[in-house]
């Protein structure tokens, strides 16, 4: 990937921006046109750090809204853009250990300096089934499978400026002041015996799970949560965190969209 990009930027020398895909991931319907209507961001919000095209908890029944777009604070990569700049100052002659080895995770560290990545709730790339592709075969078979991805070609971002640090965070502010709580009881089977919570009856409502930490790195709690809810998760890694916020939408067959999120204070938007 490393040399992928030096190639890039070489050779079109004058591009502010570059468009990446991971290998054994391909473009969905839309890719580029998801792209068009979010570069604008990058330029106007230094705040934002890139765009991504995978979201980590893009499972089906947890993903269905395509117009509908996050702020995380984690790098989910797979198909995504990047500034030149981060090319030349963060990047470039940061070349991974070893191929089988994330390469972010060696040129960035999980630290983005504050900064956050833009992720769609459904997906503009798909994973390519390819055996061999990750030493970790279990992984593989547990991580790709049941997901959703972008279908139509000409799917809308709603409101890309809502997606700027200062509006998104009243918007997120207007979503849980207007949420109601679920409460322990209802989801304690799930918490002890690890069964997936199929949500609330109430449709079209947005719902709060409020969890306690011992500091801003304990991921105990959310841990099981996310196991609740059949979100990702591995090795004590809960991803698509916004200020120890996990939003989502959650989906049943006999219900419309529900709006779900994990959140410092220390809740979950369900």
């Known amino acids: 990937m490393h040399h992928a990009m030096a190639r890039v930027f070489e050779t079109f020398k004058d591009s502010k921006y570059a468009i990446f895909i991971d290998e054994g991931f391909r473009a969905r319907p839309g890719f580029l046109r998801y792209f068009g209507q979010t570069l604008s961001l990058l330029d106007q919000d230094d705040s934002v750090f890139s765009v991504s095209a995978w979201n980590h908890n893009g499972f089906e029944g947890l993903s269905q809204d395509p117009s509908l777009v996050y702020r995380t604070e984690d790098f989910p990569a797979t ?21 089988m080895v994330f390469p972010w995770h060696s040129w960035f560290g999980g630290d983005l300096k504050g900064r956050e990545v833009l992720v769609p709730d459904v997906s503009r790339v798909e994973y390519i089934v390819r055996e061999g592709l990750f030493e970790d075969d279990a992984f593989r078979q547990d991580y790709f499978p049941g997901r959703s991805s972008n279908s139509e070609p000409v799917q809308d971002v709603s409101d890309v400026q809502k997606l700027s640090r200062d509006v998104y965070e009243e918007e997120v502010k207007r979503l849980i002041s207007s949420s109601t709580p679920l409460q322990p009881s209802q989801f304690s089977t799930c918490l002890t015996q690890q069964e997936h919570f199929a949500g609330p009856a109430e449709k079209g409502k947005v719902f709060t799970v409020y969890f306690e930490q011992e500091n801003p790195t304990d991921r105990r709690v959310l841990q099981k949560l996310a196991g609740c809810f059949h979100l990702f998760r591995q090795e004590g890694d809960v991803r698509r965190l916004h200020k120890n916020m996990l939003r989502y939408l959650h989906f049943s067959k006999k219900t419309a969209p529900r709006t779900c999120s994990a959140a410092d204070d220390h809740r979950v938007e369900y």
């Open 79 to 99: 198909g995504w853009v990047v500034r030149r700049s981060v090319w030349e100052s963060e990047v470039r002659g940061k070349e991974a250990a070893c191929c």
